[in-house]
């Protein structure tokens, strides 16, 4: 049987459309309704911490395969996307693209980056905790470490 995991938060109104979450251990993150529904600029909203969740799972769990692999990587770098809109009466993340740049120092590499990204797709717990299409954009180069400047490759 797998293992259960728990997982807290806090959160703390501090006036108007904002607060403060808060994980016991690390530091604090001020939330606020964002601009686009009349709230303050300047603070993470929960819908950037929602795109930014599945971006930042995607990643570590493609960094969790690529070290079982020992794939060499030189970098990583990725942008996620949400499309808020009505669906089925309901305001909601209809589709959420994460569009990643991965560098890597051989050719031989580049197959293994790519057949990683789509373990990752697949295993994503935020992502496939959610009723939102969610799509992976992977893009990989050969790093300068080869004597290339970062020729895309594939």
Known sequence: MPKEYVFRTGLRWSGAKKGTLSSQGKLNIGVATPPEFNGEEGYWSPEELLISAVDSCIMTTFLHYAEKKKVGLDSYQSEAEGVLKMVEGRLMFSRIKVRSRITVGSEEDIDKVKD???????????????????????QVMIGVSNGRSGQEAG
């Open 116 to 138: 990683l990204m789509r373990s990752a797709e697949k295993n994503c717990l935020i992502s496939n905790s959610m009723r939102s299409q969610v799509e992976i954009l992977p």
